[in-house]
T-cell receptor, first 115, second 111 residues
Framework: EPEVTQTPSHQVTQMGQEVILRCVPISNHLYFYWYRQILGQKVEFLVS????????KSEIFDDQFSVERPDGSNFTLKIRSTKLEDSAMYFC?????????????FGSGTRLTVV | GQSLEQPSEVTAVEGAIVQINCTYQ??????LSWYQQHDGGAPTFLSYNALDGLEETGRFSSFLSRSDSYGYLLLQELQMKDSASYFC????????????FGPGTRLSVLP
């Protein structure tokens, strides 16, 4: 079964450093997303991406965040200058189309720890 | 803005039936989805309801009442492996039709 792949599975970084989280969405999917989940809390929407541009972003996705699809397969989330409160599990997801009959396919996540 | 409410915890025994409720407030509702998440795992899509009524997929069913801003996930013939967190998620116009997740319900299935 096709899956969304995320790397690394764990990332520890010092406050103020830049991190790049990587995702390979399912190959025939056109819509890509980043969500995050602080330990024990709900899954929060960060950003959606379609046709090589951001289609929607939440208030969490401020100027410290950026996304990119550098080639035909990868989808990255960059945090420019990490803060302690950025520590969370970051999930990438993709969907075949904008409608939701089949939901999003989530990757296994990257656990980011900012120290 | 959006607001979703779910019970924080539910406990049931193997073989039983459990219903997890979700109430929501949103200005631009399109549909309600349910996701399952095991500890340390990724959310896994279970169902999506855009119209009122009951959708059945195997042991799991999902219900939506748009007029009541209410839905539920029904799990039948509970198995130990169903122990997980269950999130309702609203597809919301204010988020470009992307999903906004509820706080989650932790289901514990006891032998």
């Amino acid at each position: 079964e096709p899956e969304v792949t995320q790397t690394p599975s764990h990332q520890v970084t010092q406050m103020g450093q830049e991190v790049i989280l990587r995702c390979v969405p399912i190959s025939n999917h056109l819509y890509f997303y980043w969500y995050r989940q602080i330990l024990g809390q709900k899954v929060e929407f960060l950003v959606s991406f379609y046709n090589n541009e951001i289609s929607e972003k939440s208030e969490i996705f401020d100027d410290q965040f950026s996304v990119e699809r550098p080639d035909g397969s990868n989808f990255t989330l960059k945090i420019r200058s990490t803060k302690l409160e950025d520590s969370a599990m970051y999930f990438c997801a993709s969907s075949e189309e904008g409608s939701s009959n089949y939901g999003y396919t989530f990757g296994s996540g990257t656990r980011l720890t900012v120290v | 803005g959006q607001s979703l409410e779910q019970p924080s915890e539910v406990t049931a025994v193997e073989g039983a039936i459990v219903q997890i409720n979700c109430t929501y407030q949103t200005s631009g509702f399109y549909g309600l989805s349910w996701y399952q998440q095991h500890d340390g795992g990724a959310p896994t899509f279970l169902s999506y309801n855009a119209l009122d009524g009951l959708e059945e997929t195997g042991r799991f069913s999902s219900f939506l009442s748009r007029s009541d801003s209410y839905g539920y996930l029904l799990l039948q013939e509970l198995q130990m492996k169903d122990s997980a967190s269950y999130f309702c998620a609203v597809r919301d116009r204010d988020y470009g039709q992307n999903f906004v997740f509820g706080p989650g319900t932790r289901l514990s299935v006891l032998p």
